[in-house]
């Protein structure tokens, strides 16, 4: 479980660099790389309460795939008041959706390759 956990962190760590590098053209600083540990730490907590690191409940893969995207949208909830509270973990403006598709795909293929 915890090679699991460490690679879906890493896998939403690169998937927001990635998607920040498309979008800012290239340039990523520290900062972007602690506000992408912040959106890995919260998605990691809402892939754990949607029970994706529970291998009994796991056999189907349409119920990953529907499990993924609840936790990706509490976390998306969860990461809106966080940016309303502290605005300074904003990413940047439009990076979102390209983070959010990211993340589907990277997270997504892994679950459905272990």
């Known amino acids: ?3 699991l ?3 879906g962190a890493a896998l939403i760590v690169a998937a ?3 998607a ?8 990523i600083s520290g900062a972007e790389l602690a506000k992408a540990a912040v959106i ?3 998605s990691q907590v809402c892939l754990y309460y949607a ?7 796991l056999a189907e893969r349409r119920d990953v795939f529907l499990r993924l995207l609840q936790a990706l949208g509490s976390a998306a909830l969860v990461l809106a008041l966080l940016y309303y509270w502290l605005p300074a973990l904003v990413i940047g403006r439009g990076v979102f959706l390209l983070v959010a598709a990211f993340v589907i795909l990277a ?3 892994w679950r459905a390759v272990c």
């Open 20 to 27: 920040v590098w498309l979008y800012a053209g290239g340039e």
């Open 107 to 109: 997270v997504g293929g």
């Open 1 to 3: 479980m915890l090679v």
């Open 51 to 57: 029970d994706l690191y529970n291998f009994r409940v």
């Open 5 to 7: 956990v460490a690679s």
């Open 40 to 42: 890995a730490a919260v």
């Open 16 to 18: 927001v660099l990635a």
